[in-house]
């Protein structure tokens, strides 16, 4: 276990939103595919439904989670990136299941999407057995000089809250 | 602009839009991921058909001159080097392969036009026979379904996820014979 904690995400935490993505570019495919003008990168995260961020012992954000497209279809995707660093990864992975049962919780989702790039950072630890993929997306974009397949996984609230009772009351 | 024996596939122009919102306001393509029943008036017809899309073409019927259907190319990802696109038939035309000819001439204009690596398109469960002689021939693949993705008509209902590769196409045996056609019409 290690010391850290999390919070929703405040205006503030633009700024921090701004270095994740640019550290990881372009693996956070909603905000980098366009390029990273910030003004862009501000009216993108604008139109996500709520966020939180990670914050490690020293209250230093060091991960962020969004829920986008969250309407009414019951469904939302959810978008989780650390910092690149292996303790940043490590607390992702510590609250992964607090912020799915936060991402349920909050808003009246059944089936809960989840995309990424097959060499993508593991921020969901035990919870990525959870999630069954649905689509892949050969070749779908370059990174670092080669093609990385994108693939959209779900995770479901039946399937989570068995493998989480308790987690979302 | 690509002509067929049987078709005219063209970009639309605004004396277009009445025929295209008579084809969208068919009951079985109401519920697009547009507009999920809520159609809006024709008078504000023009920015909803034009959002997140590049450029709409029309198929056009060549003895009638009526257009029996049109195709998007939308939400075009420069950077990766994919795009969307979605296929309308009007209710009349369905079946008689008018429109799925305009999706062979909609392939060889978009990947002859745009920096495009691949297409894709999301088919509801109900529409996905489609592109089953596509997927059985190999120019268009099923990369997966997402289960029970949207309510149709108070029913969940699964999302077939298409996809058409540039290299598939342009080594396909159909583009051949497409173009094939093409040149002796000319």
């Known amino acids: 276990m290690i010391e850290g904690s999390w919070r929703l995400a405040e205006a503030s935490d633009v700024p921090f939103v701004y270095e994740l993505v640019t550290q990881v570019d372009p693996r956070w495919w909603r905000f980098s595919r366009g390029g990273l003008e910030p003004s862009l990168l501000i009216a993108t995260a604008q139109g996500v439904s709520a966020g939180v961020v990670v914050l490690d012992e020293f209250s230093q954000p060091v991960a962020c989670a969004v829920l986008a497209e969250a309407g009414t279809m019951g469904t939302g995707m959810f978008e989780y990136f650390a910092l690149p660093t292996a303790h940043a990864e490590a607390l992702a992975r510590q609250f992964a299941p607090d912020l799915l049962a936060a991402a349920f919780t909050g808003a009246d989702i059944q089936r809960l999407y989840y995309e990424r790039f097959e060499n993508d950072a593991d921020v969901f630890g035990d919870m990525s057995a959870l999630f069954e993929v649905e689509v892949t997306y050969p070749e779908f974009a370059m990174i670092g000089g080669r093609y990385e397949n994108r693939t959209t996984s779900v995770l479901t609230r039946e399937r989570f809250a068995a493998a989480h009772p308790g987690s979302m009351q | 602009m690509i002509t067929t024996s049987r078709i005219v596939f063209r970009p639309v122009v605004p004396t277009d839009y009445p025929r295209l919102y008579e084809i969208e306001s068919d ?160």
């Open chain 2, 27 to 186: 009951p079985t393509t109401a519920m697009t991921w547009r507009y999920h029943g809520n159609l809006p008036a024709f008078e504000q017809y023009e920015p909803a058909l034009w959002k997140q899309t590049q450029q709409i073409m029309v198929v056009e019927g060549r003895t009638s001159g009526q257009v029996v259907g049109y195709l998007q190319l939308h939400d075009v990802d420069a950077r990766a080097g994919n795009a969307w696109f979605s296929l309308y038939s009007g209710p009349e035309h369905r079946g008689s392969g008018l429109v799925m000819e305009g999706l062979m001439a909609y392939c060889e204009w978009a990947f002859g036009n745009w920096p495009i690596r691949w297409l894709y398109a999301h088919s509801f469960a109900q529409n996905v026979t489609e592109f089953e002689h596509g997927m059985r021939r190999g120019e268009a693949v099923r990369l997966g379904v997402l289960r029970e993705r949207v309510i149709v008509d108070g029913e969940p209902t699964d999302v077939h996820v298409i996809g058409i590769s540039r290299e598939n196409w342009m080594a396909s045996p159909l583009r051949r014979r497409f173009n094939l056609l093409r040149a002796r019409l000319s």
